[in-house]
């Protein structure tokens, strides 16, 4: 069953940490799970902010190849709700300053890390993805239509993020939707479909979003 898109990617913008699963090196053979924080960059893909030290890391040092898994934690029926699970390759990569400020957008605990100078951020390209949005619904996605989603370049996120009003804290903006804090809660507020730049900024306009 081919999965649509737009649920996955909400899936993958309404939640802040996931469950990684990297080859242990420590124990050949055997799959090592950690919980970290992950921010969606711009290409819908989760970006992480890592410790050199951390087990996690001395394993995809070794093997890129991991498993993320994200799922709604405050749900009554585990097994019920929406769950996404991606395969793919885990690298560094560069902390230009657009990536840097997104990140600490979503997650500005990582401040503190930063300055550390020991943590560096990595990036899950998937491969395929597998989406369980339900009892009996469930199937795979390629990494070809991953790669074939719309994506709002960080510029054009930024042109828009500079003309936010005063009063909303926005985290994210993306062709499928828009993240924000309101009342100290992450919320995600999802586009009936892609949507381009110019689009965008009329549907913001219209929310009173944006000037």
Known sequence: M?????????????????????HSQALPGYPFASTLPFVPD?????????SGLAEHTRNLRADARASLLLQPADTAE???SPRLTLLGDVAACAADPALVARYLRYQPGAERYLALGDFAFYRL???????????GQMGWVEAQDWAELAVLSPDDEAALLARVKPGHEVLGIDCYGIDWRRDGRRQRLAFEHALDAGAIAERLSAQGVID
């Open 2 to 22: 081919r999965m649509p898109t737009e649920p996955i990617i909400f899936l993958l913008h309404d939640n802040p940490s996931a469950a990684l699963a990297t």
């Open 42 to 50: 711009s290409a819908h893909c989760p970006v992480f902010l890592i």
């Open 78 to 80: 585990p097994e019920a």
């Open 125 to 135: 390209q998937p491969r395929r993805l597998r989406m369980v949005a339900g009892f």
